[in-house]
């Protein structure tokens, strides 16, 4: 998974990741690039389930498929991180405790 990375400053960090996550065996990455949907989403790379786009996100309370659908251009198989106030126009829900966590859904220092 890769997410927001605040110490990025250009795309070369994440090429290299990618790099590297390939010569691993990795085939897949989940972004968090839910504002590229829209130019990607239709490319034969992209997850689909059920000929819609496969996205998920760690947040997007209060967003619905067919916003996002809307929103994007492209049908979307919509699947946000799960919150138990979160209900209703969803296809699915996801569950991000992969994330390193502090325990107040906040990721550690980076001081071990």
């Known amino acids: 998974m890769i997410g927001i990375v605040s110490d990025r400053t250009s795309s070369k960090g994440c090429d290299t990741d990618m790099i590297q996550a390939k010569a691993l065996g990795l085939d897949a990455f989940a972004l968090n690039l839910g504002k590229l949907v829209g130019k990607y ?8 389930v059920s000929g819609k786009a496969f996205v998920s996100s760690f947040v997007g309370r209060g967003v619905t498929t067919k916003k996002f659908s809307d929103a994007a251009g ?15 126009d969803l296809d699915s829900l996801f569950n991000w405790m992969a994330w390193l966590s502090d325990g107040n859904n906040r990721a550690p220092s980076s001081v071990l």
């Open 74 to 88: 492209v049908d979307v198989f919509w699947g946000p991180n799960y919150q138990p106030q979160q209900v209703g």
């Open 41 to 48: 989403g239709k490319m034969t790379s992209q997850l689909t």
